[in-house]
């Protein structure tokens, strides 16, 4: 069974770089068959993709393209987690910030228990 | 971007009666959608994936169906903890999931 725990912080200031941790247990970040993702969930946004981490011999990224200037996604192989760092926040990246995990579908079958990040000064 | 986009924002059904929620895409995603049930402060749940196969634990009365650009959720005799927003996702265009806006399942 594969649980992710999330960690970070709950407000961040303008400007400043929000930075969170997902945790995994009952799987390892370095599957060759799984893929790390962050979501995030906001009234005026809705769900929205932001990225994922995986490896399959080697380490890959993807971004969204609304944040692809500033999002970091790096994994821990030493932890068996993933990070998310996204720079220059304004109040528009205020949201529920989701880890999701994702199989060899690429079916987004385990999540986060969710943290909400407010932007704010 | 495909954009996923639900119907009705809102639906009232009474306890043991059937809801139907509607998504579209802007292009095909082939079979490629997936539906999830996100209750209050609480982390979306994935329930139906490759439009129509229900995901591990997923009650038989949760049914999907529709391939290309056309989907359907149905609920057959609601139950009280199916009162919840319903997503639809594709997964088909990568790496992008897109979400549709949800559709909010209330009490009659």
């Known amino acids: 069974q594969v649980q992710l725990q999330q960690s970070g912080p709950g407000l961040v200031k303008p400007s400043q770089t929000l930075s969170l941790t997902c945790a995994i247990s009952g799987d390892s970040v370095s599957s060759n068959s799984a893929a790390w993702n962050w979501i995030r969930q906001s009234p005026s946004r809705g769900l929205e993709w932001l990225g994922r981490t995986y490896y399959r011999s080697k380490w890959y990224n993807d971004f969204a393209v609304s944040v692809k200037s500033r999002i970091t996604i790096s994994p821990d192989t030493s932890k068996s987690q993933f990070s998310l760092q996204l720079n220059s926040v304004t109040p528009e990246d205020t949201a529920v910030y989701f880890c999701a995990g994702a199989d060899s579908e690429s079916l987004l079958r385990y999540w986060g228990q969710g943290t909400l990040v407010t932007v704010s000064s | 971007e495909i954009v996923m986009t639900q119907s009705p924002a809102t639906l009232s059904v009474s306890p043991g009666e059937r809801a139907t929620l509607s998504c579209r895409a802007s292009?095909?995603?082939?079979?490629?959608l997936a539906w999830y049930q996100q209750k209050p402060g609480q982390a979306p749940r994935l329930l139906i994936y490759?439009?129509?196969t229900r995901a591990t634990g997923i009650p038989a009365r949760f049914s999907g169906s529709g391939s290309g650009t056309e989907f359907t959720l149905t609920i057959s005799s609601l139950q009280s903890e199916d009162f919840a927003v319903y997503y639809c996702q594709q997964y088909n265009n990568w790496p992008s999931h897109t979400f549709g806006q949800g559709t909010k399942l209330e009490i009659k």
């Open positions: 490759g439009a129509s």
């Open positions: 292009q095909s995603v082939s079979s490629n």
